[in-house]
């Protein structure tokens, strides 16, 4: 069984999908990381990330998987403190906006997720990566509640009102991509969690994936 979860930054997904991958023995698989390894190799080898010509070679030249809970690039598992610092938030909308580099990055992660039941989070699951998925949950959040989820991580050097701003620009770029723009996908279960627990919209999304089950 797949359970598909997308939503945009500070919707709360990654930890409605780590719970659910716990509970119930899923594999939990965060596709952003996958965008975000490539994000790390891209200015590690000194590219501009808007050079597309240079982002598509890394790609290219890069084995993607999912194993133990982390991504690993070209075998070997990346630590996710590399991968969530500003820098990578910075330029991962512009480099997961080119169409070939999503390929593979969609190829690679089906083939993470078509080993077990899995619970896959990201920006186009419900609608590009697993369209057929038997459980698909959109989840939605304000700005100012998403800024101040991402504060309080405190993973960020920003300002309450910079993180603010930075989130707003990374919405506009993942709602601008010519492929795998962030949508709500028309079967999808859609939740606001600005007012809602964690815990509510954990009982939400398992009672979905029960139902279904
Ligand atoms: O979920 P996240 O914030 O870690 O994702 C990082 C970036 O990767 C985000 O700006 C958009 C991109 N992304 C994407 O385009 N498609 C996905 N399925 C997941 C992430």
Same mark, same amino acid.
């Given at each position: 069984?797949?359970?598909?979860?997308?939503?945009?930054?500070?919707?709360?997904? =990654?930890?409605?999908? /780590?719970?659910?991958?716990?509970?119930?023995?899923?594999?939990?698989?965060?596709?952003? %990381?996958?965008? *975000?390894?490539?994000?790390?190799?891209?200015?590690?080898?000194? #590219?501009?990330?808007?050079?597309?010509?240079?982002?598509? =070679? $890394?790609? @290219?030249?890069?084995? %993607?998987?999912?194993?133990?809970?982390?991504?690993?690039?070209?075998?070997?598992?990346?630590?996710?403190?590399?991968?969530?610092?500003?820098?990578?938030?910075? #330029?991962?909308?512009?480099?997961?906006?080119?169409?070939? %580099?999503?390929?593979? $990055?969609?190829?690679?992660? /089906?083939?993470?997720?078509?080993?077990?039941?899995?619970?896959? @989070?990201?920006?186009?699951?419900? +609608? $590009?990566?697993?369209?057929?998925?038997?459980?698909?949950?959109?989840?939605?959040?304000?700005?100012?509640?998403?800024?101040?989820?991402?504060? *309080? @991580?405190?993973? =960020?050097?920003? +300002?309450?009102?910079?993180?603010?701003?930075?989130?707003?620009?990374?919405?506009? %770029?993942?709602?601008?991509?010519?492929?795998?723009?962030? /949508?709500? =996908?028309?079967?999808?279960?859609?939740?606001?969690?600005?007012?809602?627990?964690?815990? +509510?919209?954990?009982?939400?999304?398992?009672?979905?994936?029960?139902?279904?089950?």
């Amino acid at each position: 069984m797949i359970v598909a979860i997308d939503g945009p930054a500070g919707s709360g997904k =990654s930890a409605i999908a /780590r719970m659910v991958g716990e509970n119930t023995g899923f594999t939990y698989i965060n596709s952003g %990381l996958f965008y *975000r390894a490539l994000t790390r190799k891209v200015l590690d080898h000194g #590219h501009d990330p808007a050079d597309r010509e240079a982002v598509l =070679s $890394v790609a @290219e030249h890069s084995t %993607l998987d999912w194993k133990d809970n982390a991504v690993y690039l070209d075998g070997r598992p990346v630590s996710e403190a590399l991968l969530r610092t500003d820098e990578v938030d910075r #330029h991962v909308a512009q480099v997961s906006s080119f169409p070939q %580099l999503r390929e593979l $990055v969609n190829t690679a992660l /089906r083939k993470s997720a078509q080993k077990q039941d899995s619970v896959v @989070e990201g920006r186009d699951i419900t +609608t $590009v990566v697993f369209p057929d998925a038997e459980v698909k949950i959109y989840l939605d959040a304000g700005i100012e509640a998403r800024a101040e989820r991402r504060y *309080r @991580e405190n993973t =960020s050097g920003l +300002t309450l009102e910079d993180l603010k701003a930075a989130i707003a620009e990374r919405d506009r %770029l993942d709602r601008d991509k010519q492929q795998g723009r962030l /949508r709500v =996908s028309e079967d999808a279960v859609y939740l606001d969690t600005s007012d809602l627990t964690i815990d +509510t919209v954990y009982d939400t999304v398992m009672e979905t994936i029960r139902l279904k089950r």
